[in-house]
């Protein structure tokens, strides 16, 4: 059973260019999260995907955005780059219901902004 | 805000002995607290959940306590070993938005 696969793992990038993350739920999951994790802090909460709709937003520009596709993948897109988006971009699945959710996560994609 | 405050410096243990984490949160008690365990360049693991009416919660080796009074949980690791070495995160969530502190770097020496 595989769990969260992400790609690409690493990528370099030049400032004002774009970049597209993908993510592929664990089997049986059906709500997508993404998380920015800066070296030495712990994941920052971006957005989440559910139905193929956006649920929540944490504190991130408009430069971040994402989708959902019917087969519960999900892509994340950031425009415009800038040398502080350099960071761990995380996915993690779960389950859409009430009360407890436990995460489960990739291993992410490492993005450097030159 | 519903921040999580670990504490960033790193916690040195001989192998064997037992590891004490911290983990403070603000404003309101979250319904339960999560504790991951992330490997270098890895995504972060689940390890165990303890909810807000329960005290201590165990899983082998592992045993996490929470303190509503002082906003506090505990994961204490007994017997350590070299292999648990690793950044250990604490997480609340809200609505399904998950909110984690800084992580502690527990470094076992054998």
């Known amino acids: 059973d595989a769990g969260v696969t992400q790609s690409p793992t690493h990528l370099i990038k030049t400032r004002g260019q774009q970049v597209t993350l993908r993510c592929s739920p664990k089997?049986?999951?059906?709500?997508v999260s993404w998380y920015q994790q800066a070296l030495g802090q712990g994941p920052q909460f971006i957005f989440q995907?559910?139905?193929?709709?956006?649920?929540q937003r944490g504190n991130f520009p408009d430069r971040f955005s994402g989708h959902q596709f019917p087969n519960y993948s999900s892509e994340l897109n950031v425009n415009a780059l800038l040398l502080g988006d350099s960071a761990l971009y995380l996915c993690?699945?779960?389950?859409?219901?009430?009360?407890?959710?436990?995460?489960?996560f990739g291993a992410g994609s490492r993005l450097t902004v030159l | 805000s519903q921040k999580i405050e670990q504490n960033s410096e790193a916690l040195n243990i001989q192998e064997g002995k037992t590891a004490t984490l911290t983990c403070n949160y603000t404003?309101?008690?979250?319904?339960?607290l999560q504790w991951y365990r992330q490997d270098p360049g890895r995504g972060p693991v689940f390890l165990l959940l303890?909810?807000?009416?329960?005290k201590e919660k165990r899983k082998e080796r592992l045993k996490v306590t929470f303190d509503t009074t002082l906003k506090q949980s505990l994961f204490h690791i007994t017997a350590s070993q070299p292999a648990d070495s690793a950044t250990y995160l604490c997480?609340?969530?809200?609505?399904?938005?998950?909110?984690f502190g800084s992580g502690t770097k527990l470094n076992v020496k054998p």
């Open positions: 995907y559910y139905e193929e709709e956006e649920r």
């Open positions: 303890i909810r807000e009416n329960e």
């Open positions: 993690a699945s779960s389950l859409g219901r009430s009360g407890a959710n436990v995460l489960t």
């Open positions: 089997s049986g999951h059906d709500t």
């Open positions: 404003n309101y008690s979250p319904a339960y």
């Open positions: 997480a609340r969530d809200n609505f399904n938005k998950f909110y």
